[in-house]
């Protein structure tokens, strides 16, 4: 298996622009993650979906943020318009929800840039 | 609500050192525990895991974690470091049978001089 798959892998925008960034889970994971990754907050949850369905977005920071999961093989993370403090590296992750114990698996990450 | 807290933010040993990363969380129920690394550029990757059973977990590259419920800690220990264990280290929480949301330390930086 490939693994989680994101995209694109560097993105570097002005402020005020939107941003999209991509994520392919393993096939068969029914559970996808979106974080975010700065130096100041660390590693923070931004939404996850299961079956295709928001579960928890408590952690998107404002309404400039969005996501979607249109079908089971990919989800998308939109900000709309984009600033610099939104500079972070993005992480996808996917697990297999059903069994007790699941474990996450990451994608690569998008590192972001908004000037 | 789940917390994590790593109080090591930044640990610098020797190699062959012995390594202790402490972790502890806060959560009324039943957990999962975790320890991810992220190696330099990389993606987290997992390091090991508890669901139950023995509290002693051994995962890969010869890292373990003991759960001591009395203490709500699962510190991650290594006997002897590698310079290529230089990495962020974050512990993590989940609550057992519940939903899969995982709660993170603020990780700590592990850095090995030859």
């Known amino acids: 298996d490939a693994g989680v798959i994101q995209s694109p892998r560097h993105e570097v925008t002005e402020m005020g622009q939107e941003v999209t960034l991509r994520c392919k889970p393993i096939?068969?994971?029914?559970?996808l993650f979106w974080y975010r990754q700065t130096m100041m907050r660390g590693l923070e949850l931004l939404i996850y979906?299961?079956?295709?369905?928001?579960?928890?977005d408590s952690g998107m920071p404002e309404d400039r943020f969005s996501a979607k999961m249109p079908n089971a093989s990919f989800s998308t993370l939109k900000i709309q318009p984009s600033e610099p403090r939104d500079s972070a590296v993005y992480f996808c992750?996917?697990?297999?929800?059903?069994?007790?114990?699941?474990?996450?698996?990451f994608g690569p990450g998008t590192r972001l840039t908004v000037l | 609500a789940q917390s994590v807290s790593q109080h090591n933010h930044h640990v610098i040993l020797s190699e062959a050192a012995s390594l202790e990363l402490g972790c502890n969380y806060s959560y009324g129920g039943t957990v999962n525990l975790f320890w991810y690394v992220q190696y330099p550029g990389q993606h987290l990757q997992l390091l090991l895991k508890y669901f139950s059973g023995d509290p002693l977990v051994k995962g890969i590259k010869g890292f373990e974690a003991e759960f001591i419920k009395s203490k709500f800690s699962f510190n991650l220990r290594k006997p002897s470091v590698q310079w290529s264990d230089t990495a962020e280290y974050f512990c993590a929480v989940s609550s057992f049978g519940g939903n899969e949301k995982l709660t993170f330390g603020t990780g700590t930086r592990l850095t090995i001089i030859p």
């Open positions: 096939s068969g994971h029914n559970s």
């Open positions: 992750a996917s697990s297999d929800q059903g069994r007790w114990s699941t474990e996450q698996f």
């Open positions: 979906f299961n079956n295709n369905v928001p579960i928890d």
